[in-house]
């Protein structure tokens, strides 16, 4: 009776902190979206769904482009895989096309899911994984990203680069919330990071030139070089 109920209760701890994972794709010109729901009863968020483009042209995929929207923007990323110029952008690289739609448990906001830690990271990894298997590119797995995000997921991009150094080639944000402070690592130095705001109106601006220095300064000693524009003119330092 004893290891009966210790039975039941090890497959009820399986049930609760186990990822669930559902899918489907669309065959469209050119290629196929995939689309992967993930949830895990650990991740602070609700779920997350993904749509992922996979050019029909490209054999082998080289990396992946990852679009993360911001604030009260989920349900958005799903037009990322099927927006043509990205599609394009994929054709031409041999890159996968992802568009994230992080949703925060009901009443909460983007705090559910900014943080790598939180679930939105290991997540982001599982839906990789199955869409490895789904579309016999088990390259995707292992393939190093290019990260694009906005306001809150400007802010997960560059947590993201705290996070996972080692496997991403290049970050955009665009108008970062938040002024994030990490202790960034030294290969983040070797990373490609540029850091947009949205004009001089923008109440980011001040925070972008913050988070500038915040990811700057620790890497100061490994000669890093920066380019700042403004008014359409270049300054390297």
């Given at each position: 009776?004893?290891?009966?109920?210790?039975?039941?209760?090890?497959?009820?701890?399986?049930?609760?902190?186990?990822?669930?994972?559902?899918?489907?794709?669309?065959?469209?010109?050119?290629?196929?979206?995939?689309?992967?729901?993930?949830?895990?009863?650990?991740?602070?968020?609700?779920?997350?769904?993904?749509?992922?483009?996979?050019?029909?042209?490209?054999?082998?995929?080289?990396?992946?482009?990852?679009?993360?929207?911001?604030?009260?923007?989920?349900?958005?990323?799903?037009?990322?895989?099927?927006?043509?110029?990205y599609?394009?952008?994929?054709?031409?690289?041999?890159?996968?096309?992802?568009?994230?739609?992080?949703?925060?448990?009901?009443?909460?906001?983007?705090?559910?899911?900014?943080?790598?830690?939180?679930?939105?990271?290991?997540?982001?990894?599982?839906a990789?994984d199955?869409?490895?298997?789904?579309?016999l590119?088990?390259?995707?797995?292992?393939?190093?990203?290019?990260?694009w995000?906005?306001?809150?997921?400007?802010?997960?991009?560059?947590?993201?680069?705290?996070?996972?150094?080692?496997?991403?080639?290049?970050?955009?944000?665009?108008?970062?919330?938040f002024?994030?402070?990490?202790?960034?690592?030294?290969?983040?130095?070797?990373?490609?990071?540029?850091?947009?705001?949205?004009?001089?109106?923008?109440?980011?601006?001040?925070?972008?030139?913050?988070?500038?220095?915040?990811?700057?300064?620790?890497?100061?000693?490994?000669?890093?070089?920066?380019?700042?524009?403004?008014?359409?003119?270049?300054?390297?330092?």
């Amino acid at each position: 009776m004893e290891m009966k109920r210790l039975f039941i209760l090890f497959i009820l701890i399986m049930a609760l902190t186990s990822t669930y994972c559902q899918s489907l794709f669309n065959k469209i010109p050119g290629g196929r979206v995939f689309q992967i729901t993930i949830r895990n009863s650990t991740y602070k968020f609700d779920h997350a769904n993904y749509s992922v483009f996979i050019p029909d042209s490209v054999h082998k995929i080289r990396g992946v482009f990852i679009h993360q929207h911001g604030c009260t923007m989920e349900g958005r990323g799903v037009a990322t895989a099927y927006d043509i110029q990205y599609q394009a952008f994929a054709k031409k690289w041999h890159m996968a096309v992802l568009g994230h739609d992080l949703y925060p448990q009901a009443n909460h906001g983007c705090d559910d899911w900014r943080n790598p830690e939180d679930g939105s990271g290991s997540a982001l990894l599982a839906a990789l994984d199955s869409i490895a298997q789904l579309s016999l590119h088990p390259e995707i797995a292992t393939a190093p990203w290019l990260l694009w995000g906005h306001s809150g997921g400007g802010y997960w991009v560059l947590a993201m680069l705290n996070a996972y150094p080692g496997r991403i080639i290049g970050a955009v944000c665009y108008s970062p919330a938040f002024d994030p402070h990490f202790s960034y690592p030294l290969e983040v130095a070797k990373i490609p990071v540029m850091i947009r705001h949205a004009g001089s109106g923008d109440f980011k601006e001040y925070l972008s030139s913050c988070t500038v220095h915040d990811i700057t300064a620790p890497l100061a000693p490994e000669n890093l070089r920066l380019a700042r524009l403004k008014d359409s003119q270049f300054e390297l330092t």
